[in-house]
């Protein structure tokens, strides 16, 4: 066993009274610092609530046809929905969606910049890569009760929660995307007399783009993950089900709303990446052989 | 001294006594003292440490108990209400579930009594148990009139939902808890949501106490589901509303999702919270199943020893030692002197 060097309980009353007293002062204030998150995820579900079934399925067979112009795709799209459907978790699909789309959103608008800001300075790039670490591996549990205590249980906490978890692949990639720019290219477009802003925009970011989306469809992928964890704080949604049927021993009914969450996956996740590769054929950086 | 042990208990353990019978019996059948003082058995002692504080922190005492005093071999392995129970009932281990609510797993228990695979030794807790519906005593002190539950739901306006601020909203119980089911009932049995209130999952035991813990450090309403004795209520100053009396068939078919009567309104009925045990644990152990009997706490010592905790960072061990350091009054009275002295020598 390790000594007992130090006394570890002031330290760990310190930490507890430290956050009663940032919910007690600052509770207010921060909840209300986050109300433009809830009125976006609340937007996001009423529009998905008031859609009717068959155009939601409509819509995202359409989508899968545009992304792939075939006809397997769509079907394999059509049979997942549908089984949310039959299976009726129609309703908690939606909420889980909402959710996941909020954060995707959310993630996307706050990781580009980040990532393209690590591109460009390795010393930012040494200080945000633990930062990133820390999210992926830190057990969510561990934030998330105080996310609760400082937010109040349901939706923000959730959704915070979620591009915690979300958002790293996607500054990863955007990172590595702008980097791996062919050096050529740039020596070539720094020829021309471009600005820095011309290359990043003009150059560098559409080059990268197949890489980027990639991150896109890592963090949806990812948000779709945390959905049974962030039911535990409050969020609703197909991880409740998952949930509810831990609790009860219904085996059936956790099975479901499983297959529920991996047929939402399937379908975002096929899109996503039919998309990109279409995006990698037209701007002709699709892999040579 | 083995085989007369032996004797005495495998008459106990044909009929299902209850468990002050048993006490009786064993120490009368046991007429050397050295017999209630020893442990008695050499199969190793599995005590289940449930995943709440109360149910760990008496885990670790019978643990020191056990060990210390009566000279068993015990292990301590986690558990919960369901899984425990169900292990018990199948395998005969966990030895010992020492705080154990029996109306989670009702029918399954009682048949696991009937087979003769476990037996309950004795309360856990002495008072019984409270559940209900709770607000903070500053709203009470503000607005006098909110005493009972048809008080409070004529007002949502003083118990707003954050994430909807025209209605109130009643915090239930985490998922796949059977009082999610009886929350549930009585929020459509008073007709909540016609009258302007959100029934809200916090999802998990930890957010449940997270939103309370919130709510009472910042002064804010809340109307909440919980139970005790817990260290929350032993912290926060709670005032349970009156939900009129328990009518225990209504609640048996509120919490029975085959039952498709209309829910109807009730109090929680006071849930046993026994000590399980698995049915060979008397038959070779009597003088540990004598000590178990009598091992019963109430709400308020309960709720001290959580406080204690919690204040002081202790974990379920600490606790437990804390426990017996300090309320050797107590525990003294559930065991043989000489154990009781082989304790305190552990504790110095």
Redesign the interface.
Same mark, same amino acid.
């Given at each position: 066993m390790f000594p007992e060097l130090i006394d570890t309980r002031p330290l760990r009353r310190a930490v507890d009274d430290g956050l009663s007293w940032v919910v007690r002062n600052w509770g207010g204030e921060l909840e209300t610092a986050a109300y433009p998150l809830l009125m976006l995820l609340n937007w996001i579900e009423r529009l998905l609530i008031a859609t009717p079934w068959w155009l939601f399925i409509a819509f995202f067979v359409g989508l899968a046809f545009m992304a792939t112009r075939n006809w397997r795709l769509p079907l394999v799209v059509f049979l997942g929905l549908v089984f949310l459907g039959l299976m009726q978790l129609w309703r908690d699909a939606m909420i889980t969606t909402a959710l996941m789309i909020a954060a995707t959103l959310t993630a996307i608008v706050i990781s580009i910049p980040v990532g393209v800001w690590m591109s460009r300075s390795d010393r930012v790039r040494q200080m945000v890569t633990p930062v990133l670490d820390l999210m992926q591996t830190l057990p969510s549990f561990v934030y998330l009760i105080p996310t609760v205590m400082i937010f109040g249980p349901g939706k923000i906490p959730a959704l915070l929660a979620t591009i915690v978890y979300a958002s790293p692949p996607l500054i990863r990639l955007t990172d590595l995307g702008l980097r791996n720019v062919d050096p050529a290219v740039m020596e070539a477009s720094r020829a021309f007399g471009t600005s820095s802003t011309q290359r990043l925009f003009g150059v560098q970011i559409p080059l990268a783009l197949p890489t980027i989306l990639a991150g896109i469809n890592q963090t949806t992928m990812m948000a779709l993950a945390m959905v049974v964890i962030a039911s535990m704080i409050g969020a609703g949604g197909l991880g409740y089900q998952v949930l509810q049927g831990i609790g009860r021993l219904e085996v059936s009914r956790g099975l479901f709303a499983g297959l529920g969450i991996v047929a939402l996956a399937i379908v975002f996740d096929r899109i996503t990446q039919a998309y990109g590769r279409r995006l990698q054929e037209r701007i002709g950086v699709g892999e040579v052989r | 001294m083995l085989r007369k042990s032996f004797v005495a208990t495998a008459l106990i353990g044909l009929s299902f006594l209850p468990a002050g019978v048993i006490a009786a019996a064993s120490t009368s059948a046991i007429a050397n003292a050295q017999d209630a003082a020893a442990c008695g058995t050499e199969k190793k002692i599995d005590i289940a440490e449930m995943t709440w504080p109360s149910a760990a922190a008496l885990a670790h005492i019978h643990a020191i108990i056990l060990e210390h005093g009566y000279g068993c071999s015990v292990e301590i392995v986690t558990g919960d209400t369901?899984p425990t129970s169900a292990s018990m009932i199948s395998r005969g281990t966990p030895a010992v579930a020492p705080e154990l609510w029996t109306s989670t797993v009702e029918e399954a228990w009682e048949k696991g009594i009937a087979d003769g695979i476990v037996v309950k030794l004795g309360d856990a807790i002495t008072d019984g148990t409270v559940e209900g519906w709770f607000i903070p005593r500053y709203m009470q002190e503000k607005h006098p009139e909110l005493k009972s539950a048809e008080a409070v739901i004529a007002r949502p306006d003083l118990f707003p939902d954050?994430?909807n601020g025209d209605k109130g909203r009643l915090?239930s119980c985490?998922?796949?808890?059977a009082c999610?089911l009886s929350t549930s009932a009585l929020y459509e049995a008073f007709d909540m949501s016609g009258k302007g209130w959100n029934l809200?999952?916090?999802?998990?035991g930890?957010?449940?106490d997270?939103?309370i813990? /919130?709510a009472f450090? /910042?002064e804010e309403p809340i109307l909440f589901y919980y139970w005790g004795p817990t260290s929350i209520l032993g912290k926060f100053d709670a005032v349970q509303l009156d939900l009129g009396p328990a009518k225990p068939d209504v609640y048996a078919c509120n919490t029975d999702t085959d039952c498709t009567d209309a829910p109807g309104i009730t109090a929680y009925p006071s849930s046993p919270a026994i000590i399980g045990a698995a049915s060979w644990l008397p038959k070779e152990a009597p003088a540990v199943a004598a000590y178990m009997a009598k091992a019963g706490l109430s709400n308020a010592q309960i709720s001290k020893l959580l406080v204690y905790g919690d204040e002081?960072?202790a974990d379920a061990a600490e606790t437990a030692r804390n426990f017996l350091k300090t309320e050797q009054d107590v525990w003294t009275g559930w065991v043989p002197v000489e154990v009781a002295e082989k304790v305190r020598a552990f504790l110095k």
């Open positions: - | 369901v954050p994430e915090y985490p998922p796949g808890w999610e809200f999952s916090p999802g998990s930890g957010a449940l997270a939103s813990a /919130r450090t /910042r002081n960072k």
